[in-house]
């Protein structure tokens, strides 16, 4: 079935490898990002926490108000370094004191141990460092020691452009390596291809009818059962054709053989001076024209199943196997055998093409009554399963060599007797069906062939596919 | 003598020997100012102003700094530790008068102590530093107005304190966004100074007087503006006023002293006569022209009705400007 959803080999690695790539890339440089930015924050952190340390050390209550010295050669080093500008704030929790930027914003733990928060003042980015220092003795007499929140702050300029160039130079890392990788890939992909395409050269150029094997030992190990799969149908081709040709010699040396006879016999009995020999000569005639005509029939036969578009209408099988035994009694009498015909009570009846049905059942019984030897005995019976209908013929013949019964069911089989013909029609009918047909040699001496059919689950009911027509 | 028998009284609570005071010795009468702030402000100022007024009279002035909250730490520890002492006074400026009248001193208002004496006008000033490179006030307000970030103002006192609202009245008059400035509150004058030294603010909205006595000190600072009506005289008759530079701006900073709130009537009274025959003597005129100060002798009734005054404009500030 042709898919429009196929797709070249290239564009299914893409369709893969890039959405694949471009995740794998983003999240690279996410966590990169990621790490640089928490390794930043800590280095820009510990010098803001020096600065905290500073204030903190410094910060007395001897004068009995809250002295300070603001440690302005570290706030200078910070915005060199920072090149940015720096804050600072100092209150008191009973709002008393505010000193520095006082609407720095609080940090969001009340904790006392130094925390690092990033903040927007004067709408600027800044990473403020906070500690709280409870004060040794309370301020201005008062119940219990003042806390002090001592913040210092610096804008994020400088450490924003530090991620900037970490982010750009991981970006184009990436980039290049994604970009290398891709192209190792396309090139990969077009040298992995190239035994493909030198493949596809040795297909267009070779010859209509020629069925060698091709020599699969240059391509690469993934191609190899392809190419191995090719050469068995490759072989299977061959062998059918080589059948199919001994088949049509065979038929045809049928017909040109029973042609001969008849040219001779009608010399002779042009020749032949006397009445009653001519007549004996074209009475001999009529059995030889009524087996070319036979042979003639089974070949139509054949070509019709092999035209397909054959009609199936309801069949009695019974019916059909009744009128075939009808057929060849006469002859059955005259070897004296014995031929039995086994039907079941029950009418069966089955979508059927009747008259190549007929045909072929018919060539079944020829066979085997031809075949068995003079008083033996040749049984037709119908055999109905649950899942299919089987007409069997058996006889106490000579059986098939092993050899012969592996090939039953090729189409095309010979034996040189004129069986094979009846075989192949056997076969072709079957599988016309969406059957099978089946041989096999009796315990006892002799053979039993079967003709099975499916039965239709549910005929009268929907109009399903059979469940073994889906399957062949 | 009245006030001698106050020193006697002030020397009881002081040094707490009965021997002391049984024998009615004549001891050095020695009084604390605190400066409520870090030295080299205003505050210090004034409480070396009280030192060299009252040095003919006896009476020994030590200063002792308590910086916090711009005077609240001061104000609360003297009614907290020492309200019934006459001999401590703690030196107060109009930001003072602000601060209090806006509840930046906690839950306190102007009753809470007594309030003895103004000692002197100063005006509001604008400092740079010398190697600034702003020569006028409108060039740095400029400045300001260019890049509000990098141009940091200082200043005593908190957002919505009096040095604040002084540069967020000239931040209004040229239209520059208030949230958008940088003002950077110090314990007073002196810490700002220190911060302008080191490059941390540009500028100072600090007071001529101090101002100028850090310059006399040898402190490489300049004066680019005065918030009086006129010049002032001596040396800071050379820096123009703010009105003189389109700015139009008086700022008068009142300077003074105050005590606790249980210092008894009798011991205020003594206060204010040595303080009222010192601040109108001769010698007294020439002391404040050292210190860069104009006379303002205020005390007892007119002095509270002043500062009642103060208190009124604070809030009627504060409401234009917006402060919460």
């Known amino acids: 079935m042709p898919d429009r959803r196929v797709r070249s080999l290239r564009a299914t690695l893409a369709l893969w490898m890039i959405p694949a790539s471009l995740c794998v890339f983003g999240s690279s440089i996410w966590l990169t990002q990621n790490a640089i930015a928490r390794l930043a924050d800590s280095a820009y952190d510990r010098s803001l926490s020096g600065a905290l340390r500073a204030i903190e050390a410094d910060l007395s209550v001897q004068s009995g108000g809250l002295g300070m010295e603001l440690p302005y050669a570290l706030f200078a080093n910070l915005q060199a370094a920072a090149t940015g500008t720096v804050y600072f704030r100092i209150s008191t929790d009973d709002g008393l004191v505010q000193i520095g930027d006082t609407r720095l914003p609080d940090p969001p733990s009340p904790t006392r141990a130094a925390q690092f928060f990033d903040a927007t003042y004067l709408g600027q980015s800044l990473r403020v460092g906070a500690v709280r220092k409870r004060l040794a003795v309370p301020l201005y007499g008062a119940p219990t020691p003042q806390t002090v929140l001592i913040e210092v702050a610096e804008t994020t300029a400088s450490r924003e452009a530090f991620l900037g160039r970490i982010a750009r130079l991981a970006f184009w890392r990436d980039a290049t390596a994604l970009l290398a990788a891709l192209a190792v890939l396309v090139v990969g992909v077009g040298m992995a291809l190239r035994p493909l395409l030198r493949l596809r050269d040795r297909f267009d150029r070779r010859a209509p009818g020629d069925l060698s094997p091709l020599d699969g030992s240059a391509l690469p190990a993934e191609v190899r059962p392809l190419i191995d799969s090719f050469n068995a149908l490759m072989a299977r081709h061959a062998d059918q054709a080589a059948g199919q040709k001994r088949f049509f010699d065979d038929a045809s040396h049928q017909l040109r053989t029973p042609l001969s006879v008849l040219r001779m016999q009608l010399d002779y009995a042009l020749a032949t001076p006397d009445t009653a020999e001519r007549e004996a000569t074209l009475e001999a005639m009529r059995g030889v024209v009524d087996r070319t005509a036979r042979t003639t029939g089974q070949l139509l036969a054949l070509a019709r199943v092999d035209s397909g578009a054959v009609p199936l209408t309801p069949v009695d099988l019974s019916a059909i196997l009744r009128e075939v035994a009808f057929l060849h009694l006469p002859a059955a009498r005259r070897k004296r055998i014995a031929l039995d015909l086994d039907l079941p009570d029950a009418p069966e009846t089955l979508p059927a093409a009747e008259t190549l049905l007929y045909e072929a059942v018919s060539n079944l019984l020829d066979n085997a009554v031809r075949l068995s030897p003079p008083g033996g005995e040749v049984t037709l019976r119908l055999d109905v399963r649950p899942k299919a209908a089987a007409l069997i013929v058996s006889d106490r013949g000579p059986g098939m060599t092993p050899e012969r019964l592996a090939r039953v069911g090729e189409r095309f089989l010979t034996d040189g007797e004129g069986a094979g013909i009846g075989l192949s029609l056997a076969v072709a009918v079957a599988r016309m069906h969406g059957g099978t047909f089946t041989a096999a040699n009796r315990p006892g001496g002799g053979l039993e062939v079967a003709l099975i059919l499916p039965r239709p689950p549910a005929l009268s009911k929907n109009r399903h596919m059979p469940e073994n027509e889906s399957r062949l | ?324």
Not at chain 2, 45 to 61: E, F, P, S
Not at chain 2, 208 to 230: E, F, R, V, W
Not at chain 2, 293 to 304: D, F, I, K, N, S
């Open chain 2, 1 to 324: 003598m009245a006030h001698r028998y106050a020193v006697h009284v002030w020397l009881c609570s002081i040094v707490m020997t009965v021997w002391a005071c049984l024998a009615q010795a004549a001891p050095p009468r020695a009084v604390t100012c605190i400066a409520p702030a870090q030295p080299g402000g205003g505050f210090d100022l004034t409480c070396r102003l009280l030192a060299d007024a009252l040095n003919g009279t006896g009476i020994t002035v030590k200063s002792r700094f308590m910086p916090g909250g711009v005077g609240a730490v001061a104000f609360n520890a003297i009614i907290n530790q020492t309200p019934a002492d006459p001999a401590t006074v703690v030196a107060f400026s109009e930001g003072s008068i602000y601060n209090l009248s806006l509840g930046h001193y906690g839950a306190r208002d102007m009753g809470d102590v007594r309030w003895l004496a103004a000692l002197a006008v100063d005006y509001g000033a604008v400092v740079v530093r010398a190697d600034a490179p702003w020569a006028t006030l409108p060039d740095l307000l400029a400045a300001v107005k260019a890049e509000p970030q990098r141009v940091a103002l200082g200043g005593g006192g908190m957002i919505g304190g009096q040095d604040w609202m002084r540069a967020a009245t000239m931040a209004q008059m040229l239209g520059i966004d208030i949230a958008q400035m940088r003002f950077v509150a110090f314990e007073g004058g002196g810490g700002c100074i220190e911060a302008l030294a080191a490059g941390f603010v540009q500028a100072c909205l600090n007071d001529a007087g101090d101002s100028q006595t850090a310059i006399d000190d040898g402190q490489p600072l300049k004066l680019l503006a005065i918030h009086s009506a006129n010049r002032l005289s001596g040396a800071l008759a050379a820096v123009p006023t703010a009105r003189e530079q389109g700015v139009p701006l008086d700022w008068p900073v009142l300077r003074g002293i105050y005590t606790g709130p249980q210092v008894a009537d009798a011991d205020v009274e003594d206060w204010r006569q040595v303080l009222n025959a010192v601040l109108t003597s001769p010698a007294y005129a020439d002391l404040l022209a050292t210190h860069h100060l104009e006379p303002m002798p205020l005390t007892g009734p007119a002095l509270e009705e002043r500062l009642a005054q103060l208190s009124q404009d604070a809030r009627t500030r504060a409401v234009q400007l917006g402060v919460p």
